[in-house]
């Protein structure tokens, strides 16, 4: 069974930055895959974020585009979040996201963004 751990989460103030962290770890991933981050905000339904596949390419959503940089290292199946000039309405928990063979779709537990204005 895959396991994600998210980190990095925290409370900011708006116009600050912060970077989440996700490693994937246990069971069997194909090398062909989609990490990335979706978040949830009280009372609104779970949202994308960004995301990149394996191969490099890239999604992000229109509200993130221009402040959020999404990376990761396919070698140690890790993705990271730079997220800069956060807003309060960035405020939300961040999961962690792994897609891969068409069927797996693992979730973190989620980490805590609190932007303060």
């Known amino acids: 069974q895959v396991q994600l751990v998210e980190s990095g989460g925290g409370l900011v103030q708006a116009g600050g930055s912060l970077r989440l962290s996700c490693a994937a770890s246990?069971?069997?991933?194909?090398?062909?895959?989609?990490m990335g981050w979706y978040r949830q905000a009280p009372g609104k339904q779970r949202e994308l974020v960004a995301t990149r596949t394996s191969v490099g390419a890239t999604n992000y959503a229109d509200s993130v585009k221009g402040r959020f940089i999404i990376s990761r290292d396919n070698a140690k199946n890790t993705v990271h979040l730079q997220m800069n000039s956060l807003k309060p309405e960035d405020t939300a928990v961040y999961y962690c996201n792994l897609k891969s063979g068409g069927y797996q779709d693992y979730w973190g537990q989620g980490t805590q963004v609190t932007v303060s204005s």
């Open positions: 246990g069971g069997s991933i194909f090398t062909i895959n989609t």
